[in-house]
Each structure stands twice: as structure tokens, then as C-alpha cells.
């Protein structure tokens, strides 16, 4: 089945330090999502990456898609302590149409 | 603000109670989602709902009844829930792709935290 781990599960850094998380699969994705989670919140959308190479820029976060479609990081530049929550990779998987199925995240923790 | 209301926010009911988690959205979106999440873990997915109508069950144990009155509402019927029921129950939508594999942006609620005694 396919298997995609998310790395590194935690992340400590300096406010003003950048951040990098990567979702890596065994197989081909079709696609990939990016959400972030506050603590004691609920994952909000941040991004869609669709073609093969794709690079998208949201202010200080750039988001890449692999040249297979087998693998997706998320950077962030200059982290603020805003940036504070998980960062879910999410992937439609299987045959069963409309799962998306959730990486196991990546805890951000930005030092004043 | 989420345009996904869930209630109660909060649930604590014995083992033996029954008890309903509520969702409702008004984007019109025609997919709608039951997610669980345990502390420190990812959403995983529970029920899928495609035009009113179950599409994937996650193999999700009975004690869960899943039902989408309409197009905008998602209730999850709970009954002799166990303790390690505890967590977090996410509601979420997204506009149906039809029958493309690629899943749509979910729009989640806040969520309704559970605890079973």
C-alpha cells in the first residue's frame, strides 16, 4: 500500500530561523495538500501542488512538488512565533475516491 | 472563523449514554468528512459522505453511525463509546470532484473533543 512518512516529527528553531518539512512516498501521488494546525485548533488549508515540479510562494512559505510526484516539502523563511503549530502533509490514496489520507505531522515550535 | 459549525464543542458521556455529534455547512460543498484525532496525531479519516450518500467507512466500529440528513447537514450517532473513544472529532467538507481521484480542499470545523468516562 502506499506509505508516506513525514519528517521530522519535531522541529524546534529561533524566531527568525528558517523550517523545512518533507512528506516522502514510496509511490507516485497524484496530488498533495498542505495544512497547519494550531494548538487547540483545527487544520486549515494552506496549499494545493498538483504538477509534477511544481513550486507555489505564499509570503514566507514555498512549497514544492517533486519531479516524480513522490515527494513535497514545505519551507518556511524567517519563522515568527505565528508560525507555531503542526504542518500535515495530505494525500489522496488508495482507489477509494475522495480519501485523503494525513502524514504525521510536523510539531513547530518557534523560541522568542 | 470556520464556515463549518460543529456542536458541542465539548461531550463527556458515559459508556452507556447516546449522544450526538452535529456538523453543518453552507458552501454548498457536496462532500462532507468525519475525521478522529488523538492528541499529538493526524486526522484520520473515518466516514466519507458524496452527494448524501456513504461513500468510504474506514471499517469504523458500529458503535459510530454515520447519517447526512441533507446536503448541508452531518450528524455522528454515538453509543457505548469506550474510553479510548476519547479525541477529537473533526467535520469537514470540500466541493465534490466528481469522478476525479483528486480530493478536494477540506474546509474543517473546530471540531467537538470527546471524552468517554
Known amino acids: 500500500g502506499q506509505q508516506v512518512m513525514q519528517i521530522p516529527q519535531y522541529q524546534h528553531v529561533q524566531e527568525g530561523e528558517d523550517f523545512t518539512t518533507y512528506c516522502n512516498s514510496s509511490t507516485t501521488l497524484s496530488n498533495i495538500q498542505w495544512y497547519k494546525q494550531r494548538p487547540g485548533g483545527h487544520p486549515v488549508f494552506l496549499i494545493q501542488?498538483?504538477?509534477?515540479?511544481e513550486v507555489k510562494k505564499q509570503k514566507r512559505l514555498t512549497f514544492q512538488f517533486g519531479e516524480a510526484k513522490k515527494n513535497s516539502s514545505l519551507h518556511i523563511t524567517a519563522t515568527q512565533t505565528t508560525d507555531v503549530g503542526t504542518y500535515f502533509c495530505a494525500y489522496a490514496g488508495g482507489t477509494s475516491y475522495g480519501k485523503l489520507t494525513f502524514g504525521q505531522g510536523t510539531i513547530l515550535t518557534v523560541h522568542p | 472563523d470556520t464556515e463549518v459549525t460543529q456542536t458541542p464543542k465539548h461531550l463527556v458521556m458515559g459508556m452507556t449514554n447516546k449522544k450526538s455529534l452535529k456538523c453543518e455547512q453552507h458552501?454548498?460543498?457536496?462532500?462532507m468528512y468525519w475525521y478522529k484525532q488523538k492528541a499529538k496525531k493526524p486526522p484520520e479519516l473515518m466516514f466519507v459522505?458524496?452527494?448524501?450518500?456513504?461513500?468510504i467507512n474506514e471499517s469504523v466500529p458500529s458503535r459510530f453511525s454515520p447519517e447526512c440528513p441533507n446536503s448541508s447537514l452531518l450528524n455522528l450517532h454515538l453509543h457505548a463509546l469506550q474510553p479510548e473513544d476519547s479525541a477529537l472529532y473533526l467535520c469537514?467538507?470540500?466541493?465534490?470532484?466528481?469522478?476525479?481521484?483528486?480530493?478536494?480542499?477540506?474546509?474543517f470545523g473546530e471540531g467537538s473533543r470527546l471524552t468517554v468516562l
Open positions: 459522505y458524496s452527494y448524501e450518500k456513504l461513500s
Open positions: 458552501m454548498g460543498h457536496r462532500a
Open positions: 501542488l498538483v504538477k509534477s515540479g
Open positions: 469537514a467538507s470540500s466541493q465534490d470532484r466528481g469522478l476525479l481521484r483528486r480530493a478536494g480542499e477540506l474546509f
